[in-house]
């Protein structure tokens, strides 16, 4: 029943490749983003839970 309802729309096609290049498109642009990050934040941001809590790590990322 769906398929002969949605055969009847007109230029129902578009759609799914629409949502495939979104979809393509934002994984591309987290991948670049991943990449293209300070290197210097990620470490500063994974020994965050390794630290005491007297030390103030999240300064020192700023001094630099």
Known sequence: MYKNVLQA???IEI???ISFVIF???FLGLI???I???KKYVQTMSS???TDENE???TEYARQ
């Open 24 to 26: 393509f498109l934002f």
């Open 15 to 17: 759609y799914p490749i």
């Open 9 to 11: 729309i007109e230029g």
């Open 36 to 38: 293209l990050m300070d």
């Open 56 to 58: 103030d790590t999240t």
């Open 48 to 50: 965050l839970a390794c």
């Open 32 to 34: 670049l983003y991943v």
